[in-house]
């Protein structure tokens, strides 16, 4: 059999120039999985309970046969699938705990000419990596600021600068309020986004600062990591101030184009915090394409809300700075200009 067994270590080395190939049920694929990883399921997720219980209640060797006579009669249909995913026949290849199914399919594509790298210790020991990547302490900086201001922007500026940013609204796949799913691809679960977290800050220097922005610790179904949102909330925070007609140009060309009815789902879901006539005044306005109205609106909540979760920020940690009518460009120059003040340069 043409393989070779790897440490987690040779496969962040292997991983830029091979493929990687999932063997577990399509429902542990899709609950998580190692980024950009394919999926060949040597049980599906019917046949993996039908083994599961049988090892459980009979033991290993009745489990085996039971396994192989379920999988067996489609071997083939496998060998085809992965000559057809990977013509150069030369893959990495993990299971669960890198046990029998990444075993047998490593045995099962080596008959057909396969080169095999089987990951020691499978998806577990990936796993246990991205948790413990993700509850490191780092040296982070909090780009905070009432909505409107363009943290995600200045993110996205501070990056094209050499910046350390990670864009958690963006691994999350929401932006972090009533209106955040909206336009926005189905959000990955807690774990898998910790995988993507985890890869992201895999990336990043310890000794540099990293820029985050300022979240609650849920975004959209997303919970952060408690030893990150701690370090968060405890971190050196920028507030960034701008005028009141920036910030609504500002939404106003981020949400004014977006579908009518998911715009006045969002609304009617901050209907207790708005209350009954505010409500009904931004969905007025959002029919009639008043869109600066239900802004500065719906506004009024999201400002107070961000003041109610600044007061739980260490004071002696919020750095306010004023980047009014001011580019891009500007204002990134000046939030690496505080930086330096308060990491030295």
């Given at each position: 059999m043409n393989e070779t067994l790897i440490s987690l270590s040779e496969f962040f080395e292997l991983?830029?120039?091979?493929?990687?190939?999932?063997?577990?049920?399509?429902?542990?694929?899709?609950q998580s999985h190692i980024q950009n990883a394919f999926n060949i399921p040597i049980l599906n997720n019917q046949e993996r309970?039908?083994?599961?219980?049988?090892?459980?209640?009979?033991?290993?060797?009745?489990?085996?046969?039971?396994?192989?006579?379920?999988?067996?009669?489609?071997?083939?249909?496998?060998?085809?699938?992965?000559?057809?995913?990977?013509p150069e026949r030369e893959i990495i290849l993990y299971c669960?705990?890198?046990?029998?199914?990444?075993?047998?399919?490593?045995?099962?594509?080596?008959?057909?000419?396969?080169?095999?790298?089987?990951?020691?210790?499978?998806?577990k020991t990936?796993?246990?990596?991205?948790?413990?990547?993700?509850?490191?302490q780092r040296k982070i900086l909090v780009l905070g600021g009432k909505t409107g201001v363009g943290k995600t922007?200045?993110?996205?500026?501070?990056?094209?600068?050499?910046?350390?940013?990670?864009?958690?609204?963006?691994?999350?796949?929401?932006?972090?309020?009533?209106?955040?799913?909206?336009?926005?691809?189905?959000?990955?679960?807690?774990?898998?986004?910790?995988?993507?977290?985890?890869?992201?800050?895999?990336?990043?220097?310890?000794?540099?600062?990293?820029?985050?922005e300022n979240e609650s610790r849920k975004i959209g179904r997303i919970i952060l990591p408690d030893l990150l949102n701690d370090q968060m909330k405890s971190a050196p925070l920028i507030d960034i101030q701008k005028t009141k007609s920036e910030r609504i140009q500002h939404i106003s060309e981020e949400y004014g184009s977006l579908p009518k009815a998911d715009l006045i789902a969002a609304i009617k879901r901050l209907s207790k915090k708005l209350g009954g006539l505010r409500t009904q005044q931004a969905i007025s306005d959002v029919e009639d394409e008043n869109t600066a109205n239900w802004v500065e609106n719906v506004m009024i909540y999201y400002?107070?809300?961000?003041?109610?979760?600044?007061?739980?920020?260490?004071?002696?940690?919020?750095?306010?700075?004023?980047l009014s009518e001011k580019s891009w460009e500007e204002q990134a120059e000046l939030l690496i200009t505080l930086k330096n003040k308060i990491y030295g340069s």
């Open positions: 991983r830029h120039s091979l493929p990687i190939l999932d063997a577990r049920s399509e429902g542990e694929f899709s309970v039908v083994v599961g219980t049988l090892y459980k209640n009979e033991g290993s060797e009745k489990a085996t046969l039971k396994g192989f006579e379920l999988v067996g009669p489609r071997f083939h249909q496998i060998q085809k699938e992965a000559i057809e995913l990977f669960w705990r890198g046990g029998m199914r990444s075993q047998i399919l490593s045995w099962l594509l080596s008959m057909v000419g396969f080169k095999i790298f089987r990951i020691k210790g499978g998806y990936y796993r246990t990596f991205t948790y413990q990547e993700v509850r490191k922007v200045l993110l996205e500026q501070l990056r094209r600068k050499g910046e350390q940013i990670i864009d958690l609204e963006g691994l999350a796949n929401h932006k972090g309020s009533s209106f955040g799913s909206i336009g926005q691809k189905p959000q990955p679960t807690v774990e898998q986004f910790e995988n993507m977290l985890g890869e992201q800050l895999l990336q990043m220097h310890s000794e540099k600062v990293l820029w985050l400002d107070k809300a961000y003041d109610f979760d600044l007061d739980k920020h260490e004071t002696q940690q919020v750095n306010e700075i004023d």
